[in-house]
T-cell receptor, first 115, second 113 residues
Framework: AQKVTQAQTEISVVEKEDVTLDCVYE???????LFWYKQPPSGELVFLIR??????QNEISGRYSWNFQKSTSSFNFTITASQVVDSAVYFC????????????FGKGTKLTVNP | EAQVTQNPRYLITVTGKKLTVTCSQN?????MSWYRQDPGLGLRQIYY???????DKGDVPEGYKVSRKEKRNFPLILESPSPNQTSLYFC????????????FGEGSWLTVV
């Protein structure tokens, strides 16, 4: 069975602090995809990144960066110099084929960035 | 514009009154799914469909039905809603190609009183 664990339920930081959101996954598949989504207070799901299991390169996109470590089954997300607009619930998710048919989500981490 | 459209977006209904949440996509995607989101539980899959007339249960299918008569539509049916089905519902679609983008609808806030 597949499982995604986001151990941090809530995190609160002050603006400009760096923050890392943890994601640990379990799967027996050799090929799989990992995702991060952002859910702002308005409720929609905003896609942030997709990474397949064969690509262990870390990725940076502006203030966002992702660290994929297959050896520890982790796919952590770091926000550098956080801003109030980063306040949201963040979900890590896993899919065996990369599609929506078997997407498994973690329980989410609520990030609050205070001014 | 690629889109997954859900309706209604907001609904308050009463226990036992059948309701349908519609989901439509304009991308000719094979795969469609329904999820519910509850505080502290994240998103959990209710049902999914891999093509027309092909549907299967997800992790929390009890109390729900689905149908896939056309490729673009995947309605979620609550035959006899109960208060524990109060939730935020998301529809998602993707193509059959590995790793292709997953599109989510904007969500449907459902309250059963």
């Amino acid at each position: 069975a597949q499982k995604v664990t986001q151990a941090q339920t809530e995190i609160s930081v002050v603006e400009k602090e760096d923050v890392t959101l943890d994601c640990v996954y379990e799967t027996r598949d050799t090929t799989y995809y990992l995702f991060w989504y952002k859910q702002p207070p308005s409720g929609e799901l905003v896609f942030l990144i997709r990474r397949n299991s064969f690509d262990e390169q870390n990725e940076i996109s502006g203030r966002y960066s992702w660290n994929f470590q297959k050896s520890t089954s982790s796919f952590n997300f770091t926000i550098t110099a956080s801003q109030v607009v980063d306040s949201a619930v963040y979900f890590c998710a896993l899919s065996p084929q990369g599609g929506s048919e078997k997407l498994v989500f973690g329980k989410g981490t609520k990030l609050t960035v205070n001014p | 514009e690629a889109q997954v459209t859900q309706n209604p977006r907001y609904l308050i209904t009463v226990t036992g009154k059948k309701l349908t949440v519609t989901c439509s996509q304009n991308m000719n995607h094979e795969y469609m799914s329904w999820y519910r989101q509850d505080p502290g539980l994240g998103l959990r899959q209710i049902y999914y469909s891999m093509n027309v007339e092909v549907t299967d249960k997800g992790d929390v299918p009890e109390g729900y039905k689905v149908s896939r008569k056309e490729k673009r539509n995947f309605p979620l049916i609550l035959e006899s809603p109960s208060p524990n089905q109060t939730s935020l519902y998301f529809c998602a679609s993707s193509s059959g190609l590995s790793g292709n983008t997953i599109y989510f609808g904007e969500g449907s806030w459902l309250t059963v009183v």
